[in-house]
């Protein structure tokens, strides 16, 4: 005869109340306008480049200046440049564009801290979700720009390898500006996380380093050499499912 051995009696799930709920479930529609919002403003907004780094950058720190000098040369190229709207390397980012041809877009969060919008912007939209803003960053990107940043910009920067090396959104120009800060973390995938196994050697290839203004606007173009800056039929259906 088998025996039935009962484990210790669970303690049942708490019941969520009606007015919980019903508040968690409206929040969807704040989310759908988010994205609905963000799809008809930026649909337009091409070819375009994103550009990330540190809110906490002073206007005159190199990082800071190096970015709108960047900035402005994408725009006077053709490039509408997208930031976080913020302070630091977004302002610079938006400054330089505003003085350049091209729109000067803002994807501006709601946070506690660090978060004021810059006064920089052509176009400037509000999220209270990192996710749905974080899509707009994406979905509309011709090429990344990475300045050195903390963890909103790492953030950034893995979010758009994983969807580039599984296939769930387009290969575009991955470019982390300035080798000193960024090596360090390059040779760690290099030596760690290829030796390890847990990402391919050719996934190093997604990343490109370069220093000058003009080379990072320089590769941008060669990568486009050869197609269109906006996605193939194809390219366009993957991004659908971001």
């Known amino acids: 005869m088998t025996k039935i051995i009962k484990g210790p009696s669970k303690t049942p799930l708490p019941s969520i109340s009606t007015r919980k709920l019903s508040r968690q479930s409206w929040k969807i529609f704040q989310i759908m306008a988010e994205f609905v919002e963000g799809y008809e403003r930026l649909a337009e907004i091409h070819p375009s480049v994103s550009i990330f780094g540190s809110a906490r950058f002073a206007p005159d720190h190199p990082s800071s200046q190096l970015t709108e000098e960047i900035a402005l040369k994408l725009s006077n190229a053709g490039f509408s440049v997208v930031s976080g709207g913020g302070p630091g390397i977004m302002e610079a980012a938006n400054k330089g564009a505003f003085e350049g041809k091209s729109p000067s877009i803002g994807l501006n969060i709601e946070l506690p801290h660090e978060q004021e919008p810059n006064p920089y912007q052509d176009l400037a939209l509000t999220f209270h979700h990192f996710f749905s803003r974080k899509v707009m960053f994406v979905k509309f990107a011709t090429a990344y720009v990475v300045m050195p940043g903390g963890f909103g910009t790492l953030d950034e920067l893995a979010e758009m390898l994983t969807l580039v090396q599984t296939g769930k ?44 203004p003009d080379k990072v606007v320089e590769a941008i173009f060669r990568y486009y050499e050869h197609r269109r800056f906006e996605p193939t039929e194809e390219e366009a259906e993957l991004q659908l499912n971001l």
């Open 169 to 212: 959104s387009r290969r575009i120009p991955i470019i982390l500006v300035d080798s000193g800060f960024w090596s360090g973390l390059i040779s760690w995938f290099s030596n760690t996380l290829v030796k390890a196994g847990t990402i391919s050697e050719s996934d190093l290839d997604l990343i490109q380093i370069i220093d000058d």
